[in-house]
């Protein structure tokens, strides 16, 4: 096989799991922000791969030590603008980068409160979901943003039940009611093009209406019909509340769980005691859009495509 026989369709390389933890101090009281960053690269030749020229590549180890760099120098207000600042370094410093691409994720520290007084400078590490974002732009296109929450682990012990299901000889699972609905979310969202949001209070908002759906009014509850509804229900509350988000893909693991028969015990077991079962495990998945922001981009896409025709007719004159 020749070179020439094939088209490079897509090449990238980068740095994964950078691990470094930022402490900001002001007086006695410090702030501290632990992530874990991943920036890939697509250079404007694929020489290095089709020829072994290594003349345009700007080494892994470079990239770590620019993300050290900028975290010294810029800080890390929100791992949004982190994302941001690293994306732009790139394009505007190398004009050999084609696409650049950069993952965030943020170790949930939390300061340490004492009697109700925050702690100038201990914090403890709060497992309640793990916030992250994507940042990523193509040479002379716009800044994308990404973010989200993962690992998300929630449970509810009623008010959720599976029943009217399509059934066939391979059918077991019998119908139910009342059953608990517990699972571990991930949910992404999209701003569509980079602006100056409020990235905290953004993302404070999106995870109190997960919970706020998926638990409902805390003296009684709202059922849930299927895990599908559930994820459903979090989305639109989050696309009716949170008019910046433009797209949000949400995918939500289910753990089940078996009641123990404590009959050959002498003992009746009326949901009380209940084991997990691991593996194998359902999954369900739906991303939704606001038509305008679809209907916007296929607009986008049409007037590149034109300005593309064009140009190549102009260079065909």
Same mark, same amino acid.
């Given at each position: 096989?020749?070179?020439?026989?094939? !088209?490079?369709?897509?090449? !990238?390389y980068?740095?994964?799991?950078?691990?470094f933890?930022?402490?900001h101090?002001e007086?006695?009281?410090?702030f501290?922000?632990e992530?874990?960053?991943c920036t890939?690269l697509?250079?404007?030749?694929?020489?290095e791969?089709?020829?072994?020229?290594?003349?345009?590549?700007i080494p892994t180890d470079?990239?770590?030590?620019i993300?050290l760099?900028l975290a010294k #120098? @810029?800080?890390?207000?929100?791992?949004e603008?982190?994302?941001?600042?690293?994306?732009k370094h790139?394009?505007?410093?190398?004009? =050999?980068?084609?696409?650049?691409?950069t993952?965030v994720?943020?170790?949930?520290?939390?300061?340490?409160?004492e009697?109700?007084?925050?702690h100038?400078?201990?914090?403890?590490?709060?497992?309640?979901g793990?916030?992250?974002?994507?940042?990523? =732009?193509c040479?002379?296109?716009p800044?994308?943003?990404?973010?989200g929450? $993962?690992?998300l #682990?929630?449970?509810?012990?009623?008010?959720?039940?599976?029943?009217g299901?399509?059934?066939?000889e391979?059918?077991?699972?019998?119908?139910?009611?009342?059953r608990?609905?517990?699972?571990e979310l991930f949910?992404?969202?999209?701003?569509?093009?980079c602006r100056?949001?409020?990235?905290?209070?953004?993302w @404070? #908002?999106?995870?109190?209406?997960i919970?706020?759906v998926?638990?409902?009014?805390p003296d009684c509850?709202?059922?849930?019909?299927?895990?599908?509804?559930?994820?459903n229900s979090?989305?639109?509350?989050?696309?009716?509340?949170?008019?910046?988000?433009?797209?949000?893909?949400?995918?939500?693991?289910?753990?089940?769980?078996?009641?123990?028969?404590?009959?050959?015990?002498?003992l009746?077991?009326? $949901?009380e005691?209940?084991v997990?079962v691991?593996?194998p495990?359902?999954?369900?998945a739906?991303?939704?859009a606001? $038509? $305008?922001?679809?209907?916007?981009?296929?607009?986008?896409?049409?007037?590149?495509?034109?300005?593309?025709?064009?140009?190549?007719?102009?260079?065909?004159?």
């Open positions: 096989m020749r070179i020439k026989d094939v !088209e490079v369709l897509n090449c !990238e980068g740095k994964n799991t950078i691990k933890l930022r402490l101090r007086g006695k009281k410090h501290v922000k992530v874990e960053v890939h697509r250079l404007t030749s694929a020489q791969y089709l020829e072994g020229n290594n003349s345009l590549v470079t990239m770590k030590n993300v760099v #120098k @810029n800080g890390i207000p929100t791992i603008q982190f994302a941001i600042d690293i994306c790139f394009m505007t410093t190398f004009c =050999q980068v084609a696409y650049v691409k993952y994720q943020e170790v949930p520290w939390q300061r340490l409160h009697n109700g007084v925050p100038v400078h201990s914090f403890i590490c709060v497992p309640d793990i916030r992250f974002c994507e940042a990523e =732009q040479r002379n296109g800044l994308v943003l990404f973010a929450i $993962k690992d #682990k929630l449970m509810k012990t009623t008010q959720s039940g599976f029943e299901f399509f059934k066939n391979h059918t077991t699972l019998p119908e139910r009611h009342d608990i609905l517990c699972g949910c992404k969202w999209s701003y569509g093009e100056d949001f409020d990235f905290d209070c953004i @404070n #908002k999106i995870r109190e209406c919970l706020e998926f638990a409902g009014p509850g709202v059922y849930s019909p299927s895990y599908q509804k559930t994820v979090i989305q639109m509350h989050i696309l009716s509340k949170v008019p910046q988000v433009q797209v949000i893909e949400t995918a939500l693991n289910n753990t089940f769980y078996n009641v123990v028969d404590m009959k050959n015990l002498g009746t077991n009326d $949901k005691v209940l997990p691991e593996t495990y359902g999954s369900c739906c991303t939704l606001r $038509k $305008k922001f679809l209907e916007a981009q296929a607009h986008v896409v049409k007037d590149e495509r034109q300005s593309q025709f064009v140009l190549t007719a102009a260079q065909g004159n």
